[in-house]
T-cell receptor
Framework: QQQVKQSPQSLIVQKGGISIINCAYE??????FPWYQQFPGKGPALLIA?????SEKKEGRFTISFNKSAKQFSLHIMDSQPGDSATYFC??????????????FGTGTQLKVEL | KAGVTQTPRYLIKTRGQQVTLSCSPI?????VSWYQQTPGQGLQFLFE???????NKGNFPGRFSGRQFSNSRSEMNVSTLELGDSALYLC??????????????FGNGTRLTVT
C-alpha cells in the first residue's frame, strides 16, 4: 500500500525555470517530511525537510510548501539549473511503537533541466 | 566525518545463491536501516537495526535478513536469490531514530544483479 503519492514521474524544465514536484499522503501520523535528491550512481541525499506545523520552508533555491489540511506538500526549485538534473524523492516519517521511525518514500521524479 | 560506506559496490550472483552485503555507518550513529531500490517499486524499507537489535521490519520475505555488530556495522543477507532480487540495496544511518533534527544519511548502495 503506497502511502505517499508523488507526481509527476518525470519533468523537463528549461534553465532558469521553476520545477514543481507534488506529493500527497494519507497517514496523519506522519510527523516529518524530507525531500531527497539522488544522482546516478549515488545514494539519496537529504535536500530539505519540513515539520507539519510549518506551512513553508525555504533554503536557497529550494522551497517546500506544506498543506496539512489537504495532506499535500510540494517542492519548488527556483531558477532551475542543469546541475539540478536528478531524481527527487519526497518522503514521510512516522514514529513506530517499537521505537525509532519509518520513512516512506514517494516513487520519485526524474528532473531534467535543459539549457 | 566519513559517510556511510557500503561494500561491495557491485555484485553479480546466480539464482539460488546467497549474498551478504556490508554497511559501515557514520561514526557515532547507532541506527542502521536497509532499503531496496528498484525502478518499479522505488525505495522499499527492509529493516532497521539499533544497538545490535532489529527494531523494525518491512514487508519482505524471510530470505532477507540482517544483523548489526557492537561497532554498529551492519550486514544484510539474502538467501536463495531470485531474479526479482536484482536491485540497488541502500544502507542508511542515523544517531538514534531519524527525525527533523536527525536525518537519515544514505550510502551509495550495492548494485546486486541476479542472473
Amino acid at each position: 500500500q503506497q502511502q505517499v503519492k508523488q507526481s509527476p514521474q518525470s519533468l523537463i524544465v528549461q534553465k532558469g525555470g521553476i520545477s514543481i514536484i507534488n506529493c500527497a499522503y494519507e497517514n496523519t501520523a506522519f510527523d516529518y517530511f524530507p525531500w531527497y535528491q539522488q544522482f546516478p550512481g549515488k545514494g539519496p541525499a537529504l535536500l530539505i525537510a519540513i515539520r507539519p506545523d510549518v506551512s513553508e520552508k525555504k533554503e536557497g533555491r529550494f522551497t517546500i510548501s506544506f498543506n496539512k489540511s489537504a495532506k499535500q506538500f510540494s517542492l519548488h526549485i527556483m531558477d532551475s539549473q542543469p546541475g539540478d538534473s536528478a531524481t527527487y524523492f519526497c518522503a514521510a516519517s512516522r514514529k513506530l511503537t517499537g521505537g525509532g521511525n519509518k520513512l516512506t518514500f514517494g516513487t520519485g521524479t526524474q528532473l531534467k533541466v535543459e539549457l | 566525518k566519513a559517510g556511510v560506506t557500503q561494500t561491495p559496490r557491485y555484485l553479480i550472483k546466480t539464482r539460488g545463491q546467497q549474498v551478504t552485503l556490508s554497511c559501515s555507518p557514520i561514526s557515532g550513529h547507532r541506527s542502521v536501516s536497509w532499503y531496496q531500490q528498484t525502478p518499479g517499486q522505488g525505495l522499499q524499507f527492509l529493516f532497521e537495526y539499533f544497538s545490535e537489535t532489529q527494531r523494525n521490519k518491512g514487508n519482505f520475505p524471510g530470505r532477507f535478513s540482517g544483523r548489526q555488530f557492537s561497532n554498529s556495522r551492519s550486514e544484510m543477507n539474502v538467501s536463495t536469490l531470485e531474479l526479482g532480487d536484482s536491485a540497488l540495496y541502500l544502507c542508511a544511518s542515523s544517531p538514534g531514530g531519524y527525525s527533523y533534527n536527525s536525518p537519515l544519511h544514505f550510502g551509495n548502495g550495492t548494485r546486486l544483479t541476479v542472473t
